[in-house]
T-cell receptor
């Protein structure tokens, strides 16, 4: 089956690190993604990781992939008010019909 | 100008009315999708199209139909709207999974069915 699970809410103090977690069930996933949705906007790809990688870093963002546990995380260092958004974990598999399966999204709330 | 444009952005209608949501794109992508977003339920796929002649049902296609009028245009219709179709609807495009599969989203169409 195909399922992507993530918690619905996370509150973090400004300046701290945010860690958003996700679990997925399809061990043959090819790409795993983090999308960001700001208020009143559509989703935008934040970062992605190929399934043969363990980690990917891009400025304040660090993605960790644990294939054994089917666990994906997104760490945002030095969280800013502009990071307030809904973050969606998603997975896809090459050679499957072109569907990307999304989690329900984690709403990140920044405390002053 | 946005690469993926949805119209209307907001619509209020009554039960039983026919509604069409339109999507156009300038990205030159073959693949187009319609999703709906509900609070706490995330994004659910309604229909997707790989090219003008190829249309596929997603996980929640009942009550919806689509038309791929051209490579750049993909419209979603609700033949007889009902209140539980009140949601935020997103159109998206992609090059395909061979290119990381990134989806490019429109800004959404908020539909309220009274």
């Amino acid at each position: 089956g195909e399922d992507v699970e993530q918690s619905l809410f996370l509150s973090v103090r400004e300046g701290d690190s945010s860690v958003i977690n996700c679990t997925y069930t399809d061990s043959s996933s090819t790409y795993l993604y983090w999308y960001k949705q700001e208020p009143g906007a559509g989703l935008q790809l934040l970062t992605y990781i190929f399934s043969n990688m363990d980690m990917k870093q891009d400025q304040r963002l660090t993605v960790l992939l644990n294939k054994k546990d089917k666990h994906l995380s997104l760490r945002i260092a030095d969280t800013q008010t502009g990071d307030s958004a809904i973050y969606f974990c998603a997975e896809s598999k090459v050679n499957r019909d072109d569907k990307i399966i999304f989690g329900k999204g984690t709403r990140l709330h920044i405390l002053p | 100008d946005a690469d993926v444009t949805q119209t209307p952005r907001n619509r209020i209608t009554k039960t039983g009315k026919r509604i069409m949501l339109e999507c156009s794109q300038t990205k030159g992508h073959d693949r187009m999708y319609w999703y709906r977003q509900d609070p706490g339920l995330g994004l659910r796929l309604i229909y997707y199209s790989f090219d003008v002649k190829d249309i596929n049902k997603g996980e929640i296609s009942d009550g919806y139909s689509v038309s791929r009028q051209a490579q750049a245009k993909f419209s979603l219709s609700l033949e007889s709207a009902i209140p539980n179709q009140t949601a935020l609807y997103f159109c998206a495009t992609s090059k395909g999974l061979g290119n990381t599969g990134e989806l490019f989203f429109g800004e959404g169409s908020r539909l309220t069915v009274l």
